[in-house]
């Protein structure tokens, strides 16, 4: 049996933290930083709000696993960012529903309400369990890789010739982390740690059902049912 006690795992999960923060810097790079910069960004007033915030959301975790002996006191902020950073995403996915519909198309939001919903059922688990490193540290790592796919997809400015890169970047690519961390697991304690086991596989497997789903009628019904309840 894996003894969990002895995996402190700084380095391992300083290190995503620092990676987490880098790959948010480099997806919105060309859709938001440069733009803001040169004045030529046109997306909503809500765009700035999420943008802080998920980027505080970022500049948490970060500080955290530097600033060990400040975790527990700064973690109850994760009470005010994680449902603010949902309400954030789910009056983005309004307005980009709202836009869509102004052209012609009806797609729905369904992402933008199931991910935050999930991000925040995270987030209250890992509060739950603060007092049990081995399950909190994993549960805000998964919230974390939840979080970044917008990210990830975005990388495909970098990248145009990359064929079905909502599948490719948002979900291969955007998973890879817990993949990751569920091999290091295994070659290190000769186990996966049960959070990756009962909550990460079926993340990894909700997240997949959302990408081969997006797109089909039933998927595009379901999102501008949201809308119309959340608009």
């Known amino acids: 049996m894996a003894n969990w006690q ?3 795992g700084s380095r391992f999960y300083r290190g995503a933290a620092l990676a987490a923060a880098l790959v948010a810097l480099a997806g919105f790079f060309l859709t938001y930083f440069r733009p803001l910069a040169t004045g030529t960004f046109a997306g909503p007033p809500w765009a700035h709000v999420h943008g802080v915030l998920m980027f505080s959301w ?10 060990l002996p400040l975790h527990r006191q700064l973690g109850w902020l994760a009470l005010i960012l994680a449902p603010a950073v ?8 309004v ?34 369990r603060r007092k049990d ?12 890789v939840l979080v970044l796919w917008p990210a990830w997809f975005r990388w495909r400015h970098f990248l145009p010739a990359m ?13 890879l982390p817990l993949a990751l961390a569920m091999l290091r697991d295994r070659l290190r304690f000769g186990a996966v740690h049960p959070a990756y086991l009962f909550v990460g596989l079926p993340l ?7 990408a081969f789903a997006f797109g089909l009628p039933f998927w595009n019904r379901f999102g501008m049912w949201l809308y119309a309840v959340l608009a």
């Open 58 to 67: 970022l500049a948490l975790v970060v500080i955290q696993a530097f600033l």
């Open 133 to 144: 490193p081995q399950w909190h540290k994993r549960l805000i790592f998964m919230a974390t």
């Open 204 to 210: 990894i497997a909700e997240q997949a059902f959302e």
């Open 95 to 128: 307005a980009a529903t709202r836009r869509d519909l102004a052209s012609g198309i009806e797609v729905g939001m369904a992402g933008n309400v199931t991910a935050p919903l999930i991000f925040c059922a995270l987030v209250a688990a890992a509060i739950m």
């Open 86 to 93: 949902a309400a954030s995403t789910m009056a983005i996915g």
């Open 163 to 175: 064929e079905r890169p909502d599948i490719w970047l948002g979900l291969v690519l955007a998973q």
């Open 6 to 8: 002895r995996d402190r």
